[in-house]
Nanobody
């Protein structure tokens, strides 16, 4: 069982930046791809969380949603069981609960997700 704990969320003004972090509890997470997803306020319950970014377990491959590309950067430090996401040029549309995810790369990209964190709130004010 892998436990994921996110941190780094908060309130930021439009145009600002935030850095999210996620720590995995088990060393086996090193062999997993990691990803970030988000769920916006008022989203229909049961609707899939929106994919934001993912990184392969070696860190050699990264993947981004259209809205994240060019503004967000995902990275990882396997020695620390950590994955990060730097977010720049934030807009109110980025307001959401951001979730860390782990699992085989194909499932991180296409679902179903093996492991989820509890989420961290990101709020961007206009």
């Amino acid at each position: 069982q892998v436990q994921l704990v996110e941190s780094g969320g908060g309130l930021v003004q439009a145009g600002g930046s935030l850095n999210l972090s996620c720590v995995a509890s088990a060393p086996t997470a090193i062999s997993y791809a990691m990803g970030w997803f988000r769920q916006t306020p008022g989203q229909v319950p049961g609707k899939a969380r929106e994919f934001v970014a993912a990184i392969s377990w070696t860190g050699s491959s990264t993947f981004y949603s259209r809205s994240a590309k060019g503004r967000f950067t995902i990275s990882r430090d396997n020695a620390k069981n950590m994955v990060y996401m730097q977010m720049h040029s934030l807009t109110p549309e980025d307001t959401a609960v951001y979730y860390c995810a782990a699992g085989p790369l194909q499932t991180v990209l296409s679902g179903p997700i093996d492991y989820w964190g509890q989420g961290t709130q990101v709020t961007v004010s206009s």
